[in-house]
């Protein structure tokens, strides 16, 4: 567990090999409560979710890679969401991908996470990024030093934009506020195809750049 000593939040990486997912659980330390973030479907093999003070889940966004663990928590605590994701989700449970995800698509997920009102956890504020693009409702969540991208942002990728509700404007956009942040921010992506599981965003700004040139 990596100690952030900008905060007393840690973070823990989860790298599952379905789907080359990168999940999250942030802590307060303080205080014990944590947000599990794009829960696998796996969870349990790595860890026991029975002995987490968990706050709520929050999913970055709503494709069915990041929300296949969310019914191992949908009893227990809240499921979390940006309010720009709920009209997705009904796209994506009347599509035909609802025949291969039933089963892990949750029942509910409350589309109620906006930047302006953001998210807490114990005493310690995490600022949430409105990211559109790979999804309207993407979210990056964010405190000093650290930087949960979702599928906004790879170490050496973007997201891809050719999905239902995907916008290659917007997330230029969205890539363009999260090269506003602070260099030595370590970036924490939604997943990790083959090359490191997070970076300081300094290393990756200049791809970015390269990126936002040529899209
Ligand atoms: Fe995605």
New binding site residues.
Partial sequence: MKRDFHSVLDIRQIATPSFALLSYIVTDSESGECFVIDPPADIRSHVDIGELNIKAVINT?I?P??TMGNHLFSARVPILAHTDEGGLFQRIVNSSLAAVFTACVPPKISFSITEEEGLELGSTPIGVIHTPG??PG?ICLSWPGNLIT??TVFIGGI??TD?PGGNTEAIKKSIERILTFPGDTTVWP?HSYGGKHHAALQEISPFLKQILESI
Wanted: proline share 0%; charged share 25%; net charge negative.
């Fill in positions: 966004h494709h890679d990041h790979h999804s993407s979702g599928d997201g891809r999905l939604g």
